[in-house]
Every structure is written in C-alpha cells, then in structure tokens.
C-alpha cells in the first residue's frame, strides 16, 4: 500500500516599485547640475577693491658726517705755500690752517708804501715843491701889492686932475694884471696841496684794503674741531671762484648726522620734521629712523639736488662719511587699491553678479602690484583680473 502525499508550495511575496517617476526627475536634475558645474567652471578670477594705508617716500642717497662740520675754502685765487695741519689734529676757532703766496701782494704794498712816502714829503712844509709854488704866490702877492700902491697913488692925483686919464688907466691895467698873476699863482698852491692830499688819502685806502685782503691769505679755522679732511697740498693753486675751491674739512665727531641730497623735482615735497628711514652701508641689514631738521635752500647746480640734514640715533661707531640710502616719508593716507593686473587702458571690467561692466578709472600712483583708484570704484566693488 503506497501512501501518496502532495506537496506544500511557498509563496514568494515581492513588493513592486514604480521606477517610472525616478527616472523623469533624475532626467529632469541633470540638465541643472550641468549649468551649475559650467557656471563654476568659466566664473572669472576676481579682486575687491580695497581700503588701505598706503605710504609715499622720496629716495634719496647721502652721507654721514660731523652735526658741525664745516668746509673750509678760500677766500683769495693763489699758490699755497704752507699748510700747518694735517687729518686728525684738534684745532681752535682762528687756528692758522695754511696761507697763501703773498709775493705779489708785497710787491704792490712795496710800491704803495714807497708812493705814500713821496706824497707825504711833497707835501711837508720843507719840500722843494711846495716850497716852489709858495715862493711864486709871494712874488707875484708882492708885485700885484706894489702895483695896487702905484694904482692908489695915481687914482689921487686923477680925481684932483693932476694926472690925465690915459696915465691912471695904464696903472689900473698894470694893477689888474698883477693881482690875476697873484690869484693863478694861489691857486696853483691850493690845488698842489689838495691833489696831494687827495693822492695820499687814496694811497692809504689802497694799502687798507691790500692789508685786508692779504688777512685772506691766511687760511683759519672757524669752528673748534677736528681736522677731518685735507684736500689741498703745498703749491696747489686755488681759484676761489671754482666749484672746487675747498681746502680743509673740519667738525666734532661726537656728534654726527645724515645729509641726503634730494633731486630737484622732488625738493618741494620735503619738509622738516617728516620721518626718515635710512640704510648705511656700514651696517648691511638695518635700518635707522630719524627726522629732516633742516633743508638747505639752495641747489647745487652741478649735480641739480638739494641738500637735506636728517638727525638719527646712530651707533657711536658709525664711520663718518659713509655711504646712507635714505626713505623721506612724505605722505601717508587711506586709498582705494586693486591689483595692476585688472587695469587695462586706465579702464577695469567691474565685476556685478553675472556681467562684467567696464568702467574707466581715475588712477593715482602704484604700490607694489597695486595701483590707487581715485575715482571710478568703491571699497568692496569686484574687479575682473585680465
């Protein structure tokens, strides 16, 4: 007897989804990821306009040198014939420094002197001159007086008419002629002695002035101080009037300052007190800070630069004349930067959301990558970088 028994089957219970509408919104999402990812991708490199302090310097090269030192020149062209100093000696106010050759100078008070003497005996009352002239105006004051008693005379006997006319009119002409003989011969005397007097007078002014001026024969210094530099020997000839024309160099070196010389366009900007920083070559890698206290008014015509004092606290050690690059801060304010590379024929593509707009600028000056916009942008405004 088979038994026969029927299967029990299992039923499998799936759960069905709709795919239909995923597919259309993935479909639909694509095309919008696409414009995102190339908008990303061509949105233009940009730069914001912004506010900074910016700082304005004029250059300038210069030296060190003694805070009194004085370049001293001459004041006469010539040979010098000795110098007393050399580089390093202490030397009080009114020092003789070295003179000049004075040999021709001699020579002309020599002949001054000799003139003035013979002036002087010419004038004495002893001289051969004088007396000459003095013997001429008593001879003819004693013809012209003997001639007037004759005249006298005759003119008595003419008003009683003891005499005719013609006689007392010869004796009136002789008398006449007398006196104008005696009144020449005078002042021939007055004029010999005032031309004399006038010669000696001038004389003396002459040899004055040879005195004073030969006083600028010698060379002296005007200052206490340390004879820093000599730039003349024995036997240079000197013409005053020549650029050239210095002969020692001397100051105090316990105190020392900056002199920078400025180029001429750039002259008007200085001012005293404006900060300066300053490089010495003496000390590579530092820099010193000081203030302008003076400014020279007048331009070296040579090299076209004015000269500028700075006072700085510098080393005790610092060598004198050495070579100073110097920084004058003439300016600092607030300005409205973007980078030069936005700026294409004075004009920028302003940056506003989607678009680019150009815009033409008012430019000022660069700094370092970065140029100043006066008018055209405001701080925050988006410039594209070209």
């Not at 038994?3 to 709709?18: I, T, Y």
């Not at 004879?227 to 024309?245: C, D, R």
């Not at 076209?304 to 004198?320: F, G, R, Y």
Request: with cysteine; charged share 35%.
């Amino acid at each position: 007897m088979c038994l026969v028994g029927k299967r029990r089957s299992r039923k499998k219970f799936l759960v069905k989804v709709n795919k239909k509408p995923l597919l259309i919104a993935l479909l639909f999402s694509l095309p919008t990821l696409f414009l995102i990812w190339q908008y990303i991708k061509s949105e233009p490199k940009t730069a914001v306009a912004e506010s900074r302090e910016v700082k304005n310097f004029v250059y300038a090269s210069g030296y060190v040198e003694p805070e009194n030192f004085v370049l001293v020149k001459a004041e006469v062209s010539g040979r010098i014939e000795k110098i007393f100093v050399k580089e390093g000696d202490r030397v009080k106010k009114g020092q003789v420094l070295a003179v000049f050759d004075t040999d021709e100078l001699d020579a002309s008070l020599k002949d001054l002197e000799e003139r003035l003497r013979l002036t002087e005996e010419r004038l004495s009352e002893s001289s051969p001159y004088l007396k000459a002239l003095k013997e001429r105006v008593e001879i003819a004051y004693i013809q012209m007086n003997q001639a007037g008693i004759e005249y006298e005379r005759r003119r008595d006997l003419g008003e009683k008419g003891l005499i005719p006319k013609e006689q007392l009119e010869r004796f009136k002409n002789n008398y006449e002629i007398y006196k104008k003989e005696y009144e020449a011969s005078l002042n021939q005397y007055k004029d010999a002695v005032s031309s004399l007097q006038t010669e000696r007078k001038s004389i003396l002014a002459k040899i004055e002035s040879l005195k004073a001026q030969k006083d600028r024969y010698v060379v002296k210094s005007p200052v206490d101080g340390i004879v820093l530099s000599k730039y003349v020997k024995e036997g240079n000839y000197i013409n005053h009037l020549s650029q050239e024309n210095v002969l020692f160099g001397v100051g105090e070196t316990e105190k020392i300052e900056v002199v920078l010389e400025v180029d001429e366009e750039y002259a008007g900007l200085v001012k005293e007190g404006q900060r300066v920083f300053l490089t010495i070559d003496a000390f590579p890698g530092k820099t010193f800070e000081g203030k302008v206290y003076l400014k020279e008014g007048q331009l070296d015509r040579t090299k076209k630069t004015a000269k500028v004092k700075v006072k700085a606290s510098l080393p005790e050690n610092t060598p004198t004349y050495s070579t100073v690059e110097g920084k004058i801060l003439i300016e600092k304010k607030q300005a409205i930067l973007i980078p030069k590379g936005a700026v294409k024929d004075g004009k920028v593509l302003k940056y506003e959301r989607v678009r680019a707009v150009e815009v033409p600028l008012k430019l000022g000056q660069e700094y370092e990558g970065y140029v100043e916009v006066l008018e055209g942008l405001e701080v925050g405004d988006k410039v594209i970088l070209r």
